[in-house]
């Protein structure tokens, strides 16, 4: 399901990034020999097809014909959900589940066939360490969500930035194998859009592939801000969305046009993030991984507008309906006591 691609001619790449996606076809991995092969990591990129930094910044490197400190396994996986017209338009095809739910059984349709395809490889070379480099749907900073708190994972996260997420909701996302295999973080560099999530990507990159000791460099050993097990907040199925200025009395949630302005911001209980025309809190899912919370713990609505329970973050905001319904609204975490 996935061609290899090993010796990879520089030379043949492609004068952009759509020849370069046409060169590989379909979901690739691609092996860059280093001044020391008996270490890998890997950098997985593209498991949405509408998130590009990581296969940029992947192309700007293999455009400098440059030799990286250990061995390097790239896999890119949704190579045709990204060409389809218009480029970098879907996150999954219409009729396909979404890869990065897919990592944990049943393997049964053609992305779980996918998604194992990409762990056996990941197994078989068992890497010092594994970046999921993915974009966020709307702007804002990037940042780094684990399974695990320890120094490997703030390690490779501070290679892109100063925030990791430590959650233990398991979504079926490749970093959900760090617990039991190999140090995996999720890379969120920032809005797809963003020309400063392109540039976090290519700089992020290019420590991961050339620093010679990627978990106890020095350099990167600074002071984390850790946002430890957010909620994750749904919509029920069949509650209808929508974003605007003002309350859109044809749809169950209205959230505000310009919500993911508030990316990573703290939040207070006058923070309005929209309204709710029906059906009031019964609109939204709370998912916890504790279980020891309701969703009337984070939110609440006085005159139809809805608002947080308290002080929070609030982050993973996406404008697009179509991702929220499908996927989730936001996350959110309280402050520490």
């Known amino acids: 399901m996935i061609t290899y691609f090993t010796d990879f001619d520089t030379r043949d790449i ?5 020849a370069f996606l046409k060169k590989l076809e379909g979901p690739s991995y691609i092996i860059l020999n280093g001044e020391d092969n008996t270490r890998t990591r890997f950098f997985v ?30 896999i890119i996986a949704a190579v045709k959900t ?46 010092e360490a594994v970046i999921d480099m993915h974009n966020t749907s709307g702007s804002g900073p990037a940042f780094g969500v684990a399974i695990q708190q320890n120094k490997n ?12 997420i430590i959650t233990h909701l398991k979504l079926g996302a490749l970093m959900d194998i760090s617990e039991d ?42 002071k984390m801000e850790l946002l430890i097990e957010p909620v994750r907040i749904k919509l029920t199925s069949g509650a209808s969305l929508s974003y605007a200025e003002t309350p859109n009395t044809e749809f169950d949630v209205t959230l505000k046009h310009n919500i993911d302005k508030l990316n990573f911001k703290t939040i207070t209980p006058n923070t309005q993030l929209g309204w709710v ?35 929070m973050t609030i982050f993973m905001i996406t404008p697009n309906p179509v991702i929220a319904i499908a996927d989730c609204l936001f996350y959110m975490v309280k402050p520490p006591h």
């Open 14 to 18: 492609g004068e952009n990034i759509e």
């Open 45 to 74: 990129t593209l498991l949405h097809g509408n998130e590009p930094s990581g296969v940029m910044a992947l192309y700007h490197w293999l455009k400098g014909n440059l030799t990286p400190a250990v061995r390097i396994v790239c």
């Open 82 to 127: 990204a060409l389809q017209p218009p480029l970098f338009h879907y996150r999954h095809l219409p009729d396909q589940r979404d890869l990065n739910r897919c990592f944990k059984p049943p393997f049964d349709d053609k992305q779980g066939q996918l998604a194992k395809a990409i762990l056996d490889i990941i197994t078989y070379y068992k890497p």
């Open 153 to 164: 994972h703030e390690a490779l996260t501070s290679l892109f930035s100063k925030t990791l």
């Open 181 to 222: 295999y190999f140090p995996t973080v999720t890379i969120e560099v920032g809005g797809r859009l963003d020309q400063t999530a392109h540039d976090t990507a290519q700089q992020g990159l290019h420590y991961f592939f050339t620093q010679k000791d990627i978990l106890n460099e020095a350099k990167h050993n600074q």
């Open 277 to 311: 025309n029906h059906n009031g809190l019964e609109n939204f899912i709370i998912q916890d991984c504790k279980h020891k919370t309701t969703i009337k713990d984070w939110l609440k609505i006085e005159g139809k507008k809805l608002y947080p329970t308290g002080n």
